[in-house]
């Protein structure tokens, strides 16, 4: 059974950083690209940033680019989100996800979820 749990969630004031790690069981983690999404309230799921199964291809949406590098590491099953310069708008839900396919930037790409982790940051 695949698993996907993610850690490092809660709050913090504006500017202040976090660090989110998705763990993974249950599937060849190395060879499944891997994204963060997020969710605020009374919002869509929205892509955050992904990384291919060999940490050769990343990609980031741009309200979070070169603020929330992800990374990888194969051996340990797990892939980690460094956010960072936190602001109120990155308040919400974070979602680990994974596919066997190539990486992209919509939902329905990925086939394994995590059951999310809130972050929150004050004003």
């Known amino acids: 059974q695949v698993q996907l749990v993610e850690s490092g969630g809660g709050l913090v004031q504006a500017g202040g950083s976090l660090r989110l790690s998705c763990a993974a069981s249950g599937l060849t983690f190395s060879s499944h690209g891997m994204a963060w999404f997020r969710q605020a309230p009374g919002k869509e799921r929205e892509f955050v940033a992904q990384?291919?199964?060999?940490?050769?291809?990343?990609e980031y949406a741009d309200s979070v680019k070169a603020r929330f590098p992800i990374s990888r590491d194969n051996a340990k099953k797990t892939v980690y989100l460094q956010m960072n310069s936190l602001k109120p708008e990155d308040t919400a839900v974070y979602y680990c996800?994974?596919?066997?396919?190539?990486?992209?930037?919509?939902?329905?790409?990925?086939?394994?979820w995590g059951k999310g982790t809130q972050v929150t940051v004050s004003s």
């Open positions: 996800a994974a596919t066997p396919y190539s990486i992209a930037r919509y939902a329905s790409r990925y086939v394994y």
């Open positions: 990384i291919s199964w060999s940490g050769n291809l990343i």
